[in-house]
């Protein structure tokens, strides 16, 4: 019986939403060269897979977070994503803008989040979690209650996990570098050779280059 990493990680190099050229990299908007690219949003285009994370993190949810009372996306990627789950569940949902709306009521948070709710947060993709935590400490500042976060992909770098660590946040995804690495090197995506490149850029992202 294959795992859920391993199922997920099949799904989003099926349909491409991860793609990985250790010989040919991508630049990240920070400037990072990386071997690996994610867009989660695909999976939108895709009714089966999205369905089947939108059940998979609803499950999660419902396991682990009973008591649960808002569903959070972050914005953009999670947003489609954690509206699908938030209906799923039955359940308010809300999203978190990175910064706040420059006009009208000038929201960070959209939506209705009262004081004191307890909240799980949808992410798509964790890189270094800045972006993630920050919506966090938004939902906290408002003064409702992070039960936790729940991600589609992460990369896993250390840098991420001590930020989550740092800000008590329980961190749990679908899929991550490992499992796609690993199914990746099943299928013959990528080969032994490319594995070492691969696991390099991880340890060091900001500073890895090809030769």
Same mark, same amino acid.
């Given at each position: ?10 799904? @989003?190099?099926?349909?491409? *939403?991860?793609? /990985? ?9 920070? &400037? $990072? ?10 999976? /939108? ?7 089947? +994370?939108? %059940?998979?993190?609803?499950?999660? +949810? ?10 959070? !996306?972050? *914005? ?6 954690? *509206?699908?789950?938030?209906? #799923?569940?039955? /359940? ?11 006009? &009208? @009521?000038?929201?960070?948070?959209? !939506?209705? %989040? ?10 798509? @993709? ?14 906290? =500042?408002?003064?409702?209650?992070? @039960?936790?976060? +729940? ?8 840098? *991420? #996990?001590?930020?989550? =660590? ?5 961190l749990t995804t679908l ?6 690495? !690993? ?6 995506? +990528?080969? #032994? ?5 691969? =696991?390099? $850029? ?5 500073? $890895?280059?090809?030769?």
């Amino acid at each position: 019986m294959k795992t859920l990493e391993k199922n997920v990680a099949e799904k @989003l190099l099926k349909i491409k *939403a991860v793609k /990985l050229q250790p010989n040919n990299p991508f630049t990240w908007a920070s &400037g $990072w060269k990386s071997p690996i690219y994610c867009d989660n949003r695909k999976t /939108l285009s895709y009714p089966q897979i999205r369905n089947f +994370i939108k %059940l998979e993190i609803s499950r999660l +949810i419902l396991e682990m977070y009973p008591d649960v009372e808002v569903i959070a !996306g972050v *914005a953009t990627g999670a947003i489609a994503q954690g *509206a699908l789950v938030a209906d #799923e569940l039955g /359940l308010p949902f809300v999203y978190i803008r990175p910064t706040p709306k420059d006009h &009208g @009521l000038e929201n960070m948070i959209e !939506g209705d %989040l009262k004081p004191k709710q307890k909240v799980v947060v949808i992410e798509d @993709l964790i890189s270094t979690g800045g972006s993630s935590l920050k919506a966090v400490d938004a939902i906290r =500042k408002d003064g409702s209650e992070v @039960l936790g976060m +729940i991600a589609i992909f992460t990369y896993g770098f250390p840098v *991420a #996990e001590q930020k989550f =660590k740092a800000a008590k946040v329980k961190l749990t995804t679908l899929c991550n570098y490992e499992s796609v690495l !690993g199914e990746a090197l099943s299928t013959n995506y +990528i080969g #032994e050779d490319d594995m070492e490149t691969l =696991k390099e $850029w991880r340890e060091s992202p900001s500073t $890895w280059k090809t030769e």
